[in-house]
């Protein structure tokens, strides 16, 4: 009685298993990603690995630009500013590391880290501030470089944040690790989500954390509008459409007197919305 062969050791985890459920390769991307949704409905995998795993053979196939935040929608700081100026726009941020800029956006001098910065006033606190005490150097990568291997190099040179620029040399945006890897693991909590089940954080009396899930129903209902559920259940639905495209965070679109940011967002979906109700509403 002879034996069964090994599988050959050269093929990859999914060329093994596609051979297991079909006795045949994938010839391209398309037909691996349907050999995976064929295991979940086997149960194979679970959703939220089959979701993972989409996720990693996307951001194989993504580049920088694909999920930069733009430029134009960068908390920076300036080092010309004084820390009493500068410091409101750190403290309301919360964000962890700022782009440090000479004359314009355009320039990125360094890099501060707000915990950096906790600790120099801390010990400082009768001194002058000194940008240079604290500013880090910036990493730069190209807007074409593969997310894959972006998150190689965050991963060996344990870095978290890089400038990205254009064919020019010029900063065109930023993108850290966290973006990177909520291409895989999908979005990750932050301080703008939700601890219950409300749809609807209220902030201040013209400013809103909104989940993009909320019917719009519910949401005309809250705000006395009338925007139409005709063509789409959710506030997030009409958003994309309003945008005319899935938005990337940072993105935003205003409709009337209320201004709305994509605060998180992934390839797949918007999940936060910040509303800020720039006027009165009738």
């Not at 966290?178 to 409300?198: L, R, T, Y």
């Not at 129903?217 to 006395?224: A, G, I, K, P, V």
Request: charged share 30%; glycine share 4%.
């Amino acid at each position: 009685m002879s034996e069964d062969k090994p599988l050959n050791p050269s093929l990859s985890w999914i060329g093994r298993m596609s051979k297991v459920l079909t006795g045949d390769e994938p010839r391209d991307m398309d037909q691996i990603i349907q050999i995976l949704r064929d295991a979940q409905k086997r149960y194979l995998l679970g959703p939220d690995a089959l979701s993972m795993i989409e996720g990693a053979i996307q951001v194989s196939e993504m580049q920088v630009r694909d999920i930069m935040i733009p430029r134009a929608q960068m908390v920076v700081v300036s080092r010309d500013e004084p820390l009493e100026e500068f410091l409101p726009t750190i403290i309301e941020s919360a964000h962890s590391r700022f782009p440090v800029i000479a004359d314009d956006k355009i320039e990125v001098i360094g890099v501060l880290l707000a915990k950096d910065l906790l600790a120099y006033c801390a010990k400082n606190k009768d001194s002058d501030f000194d940008f240079h005490d604290l500013i880090r150097p910036p990493v730069f990568v190209p807007e074409s470089k593969r997310l894959n291997v972006l998150l190689r190099e965050f991963k060996e040179k344990r870095n978290h944040i890089a400038i990205v620029v254009d064919e020019y040399g010029a900063a065109s945006g930023l993108i850290t690790i966290e973006d990177v890897i909520e291409q895989i693991v999908g979005d990750i909590e932050d301080e703008h989500d939700f601890d219950d089940d409300s749809m609807i954080l209220e902030l201040n009396e013209s400013e809103f954390t909104i989940k993009a899930t909320t019917p719009i129903e519910d949401f005309n209902e809250h705000f006395n509008t009338d925007f139409k559920d005709d063509d789409f259940d959710t506030i997030g639905g009409l958003i994309i459409n309003k945008i005319g495209h899935l938005p990337k965070r940072g993105e935003f679109v205003s409709i009337g007197s209320m201004h709305f940011d994509v605060v998180s967002a992934d390839n797949r979906r918007i999940h936060i919305l910040k509303l800020t109700i720039v006027a009165s509403i009738d």
